[in-house]
């Protein structure tokens, strides 16, 4: 069914749980995430990367996933990820996402809040106004849709890190009018260099400082038991890719071959595709509701 983001992650913060959110190439992944929310009894995040989005294609994706969220038998969100292009966050609400990441992360702090600002002005002249707007402040590691290892503390081959300064965050808010925020904390993107090193102090400092739910990127990695501490600290929405991705990636390895000695079986492999990407998504799901 459909839901606000918003409300779907405030929600689950006010029974201890935060809600997962996953990115979704295709529609096969997508329907294993409702699957398994349905299964669960819980609401989940359906993410959108914008390369999926800055093309025709990723558009009808988008609004085959909005009728997939609409048809569920659990609140399901269709999120925009990570947009700084104000083109492609209007096509993609226009094709059914709920909730837009405007992510100005990368630019210097002004720039980053006019970003959003614009974001907002669009939708709204769009007639949008109902749009959830998430908003990033710090820098994270790493790459969104190809996990090489990164590096939280120093820079990487994708770009410098910096965590959030918690000094700047009531003013980051309020300025920007954002209903979430994302925060780096040692968090990354792909795959950790290392153990992951998450600061729970930063986390602490910022949750004390804003009342709108905060959103942890780059979960992959990251030990059940590190985020099982996530809701406590206010964090409502948790972001997982590379790990699904990994699932589904070793699956077809070793099932292309006996399925296309099977007569050429897709449908047997995307039902191995299928479950790969509904465990996943349920032990997620389990693991944040703990
Ligand atoms: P990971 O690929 O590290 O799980 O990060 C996912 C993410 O944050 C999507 O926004």
Redo the contacts with the bound molecule.
Sequence with gaps: MRARLDHLVVSALQQGAAVP?F?CYDFTTALAVVEAAEEAGRGAIL?V?PKTAGTANGLRLITALRGLADSAGVPIAVQL??ASDLRVIADAVAAGADSV?ADGSSLPYEENIALVREARAVLEAQGHADVVIEAELGG?A?D?DR?FGADVAGSSAQGAAGLTDSAQVEDFVARTGAQLL?VAVG?????YKGEPQLRWDVLQDIAVRTHIPLV??????IPAEELVKAAAMNVGKV???????TGVLITLEAETGPHRADGENLQGLLGKWNASARDFAAGALSTLTK
């Design positions: 959110a990115t993410l990367a990820d990570h990441l994270l790493g969104e996990a994302a968090n990354v993107h792909g795959k942890l990127h780059g979960a992959s990695g972001n997982f890719n590379t790990e699904l991705r």
